[in-house]
């Protein structure tokens, strides 16, 4: 069983919409949660982070999580164009900071004009 | 706002070959790490360095690769007999106690 599922999409919205992304995982021992985003050959740019299961907004973003369900979600209000790009769950365990992440496959998102 | 950079941000080598990807994480930050995304596949990562020494690696991070912090800025990612399942796009990142992972726009590493 893989560690992080996402669905690769590709997902499309008509601008302005609300878009919700998803991750669900199988190992428990994960306490900190990551979105972020890539644009095409582009690294992986940090939207939110996050840790235990509880709600976090910034700006339009609102990252959840819940643990007891392994399941944790990205919104995204008021789409625009140049929210176009492949957004990509992480997490790690809750020991030092040196963990390495564990990432989703990531999905890729197109907002229609 | 900092970030971390990495060069070169292609290279392309022969099979066989060695080559060094080097990255400048962010100046505050004390953990640094190597990643790898395959083409069409999920990032994933290699390994982990504080305090001058690897904290924690992967299975891919195998006799082949090193890592090595040579001074004070740079970090860098060496591997050694390049084999062509080798190539990928190679991102570095780097934290604080604590903090998130930022990453740099990564090296993609062509071999041929």
């Known amino acids: 069983q893989k560690e992080v599922e996402q669905d690769p999409g590709p997902l499309s919205v008509p601008e302005g919409a609300i878009v919700s992304l998803n991750c669900t995982y199988s190992?428990?021992?994960?306490?900190?949660f990551m979105w972020y985003r890539q644009y095409s050959r582009k690294g992986p740019e940090l939207l939110m982070y996050?840790?235990?299961?509880g709600n976090k907004e910034d700006g339009r973003f609102t990252a959840q999580v819940d643990k007891s369900s392994k399941y944790i979600s990205l919104f995204i209000r008021d789409s625009q164009p140049s929210d176009s790009a492949t957004y990509l769950c992480a997490m790690r365990g809750g020991g030092g900071g040196a963990d390495g992440l564990t990432f989703g496959k990531g999905t890729h998102l197109i907002i229609q004009p | 706002e900092p970030e971390v950079t990495q060069t070169p941000s292609h290279q392309v080598t022969q099979m066989g070959q060695e080559v060094i990807l080097r990255c400048v994480p962010i100046s505050n930050h004390l953990y640094f790490y190597w990643y790898r995304q395959i083409l069409g596949q999920k990032v994933e990562f290699l390994v982990s360095?504080?305090?001058?020494?690897?904290?924690?690696k992967s299975e891919i991070f195998d006799d082949q690769f090193s890592v090595e912090r040579p001074d004070g800025s740079n970090f860098t990612l060496k591997i050694r007999s390049t084999k062509l399942e080798d190539s990928a796009m190679y991102f570095c990142a780097s934290s604080s106690p604590g903090g998130p992972q930022h990453f740099g726009d990564g090296t993609r590493l062509s071999i041929l």
């Open positions: 190992n428990s021992a994960f306490q900190y």
């Open positions: 360095f504080y305090n001058n020494e690897i904290s924690e």
């Open positions: 996050t840790y235990s299961s």
